[in-house]
């Protein structure tokens, strides 16, 4: 029990306060976490409500700009769809709606038009069924059809100046 003085910080409240027991505080491991429990209390952590992991998700986008581009996820370089579907399954999972369908079409219609355009035209049934689809996107398919897209743009709003 004297060898947790030398865990803690020096000059530190912690080290105050253990330095301050009585032998009596120190004399079981039992009666020691009761007095430290009393003098700093274990902290309630709030959990998220199914609503707020839904908000969530409905604000968890994949920006026009990224996609085609890498990302580090899980310390390996992949996709950023990939890394943006993987955290809306964690999502869904955790707002307890991975065996549902529910806002999926909501989600799905925030994606960037390139992303849209690559995922077949059917009804998701399950949110791992959406992400894998999103997931199996070709990456290199995603940059060509970005570019193509972006190139047509940029013609239009030539085309448009000249107007």
């Not at 199914?50 to 994949?62: D, I, P, Q, S, V």
Request: charged share 30%; glycine share 4%; hydrophobic share 45%.
């Amino acid at each position: 029990l004297d060898a947790f003085g030398d865990y803690l910080g020096t000059s530190s409240e912690a080290e105050k306060w253990f330095k301050a027991r009585t032998a009596a505080d120190k004399a079981t491991w039992i009666t020691f976490v009761a007095a430290f429990k009393k003098c700093w209390p274990p902290i309630v952590i709030v959990e998220k409500m199914r609503a707020e992991y839904e908000k969530e998700l409905l604000e968890h986008k994949l920006p026009s700009e990224e996609v085609g581009k890498k990302t580090m996820h899980y310390n390996r370089e992949c996709w950023m769809h990939v890394a943006w579907a993987a955290k809306v399954l964690q999502l869904a999972m955790s707002a307890g709606i991975k065996q549902g369908m529910l806002i999926i079409w909501q989600v799905r219609s925030k994606l960037p038009d390139v992303v849209k355009d690559l995922l077949k035209d059917e009804e998701y049934n399950t949110w791992a069924d959406f992400t894998m689809a999103v997931m199996e996107l070709n990456g290199s398919r995603l940059v060509e059809q970005h570019s193509k897209q972006s190139q047509e743009l940029r013609t239009l709003q030539a085309d448009l100046a000249q107007v």
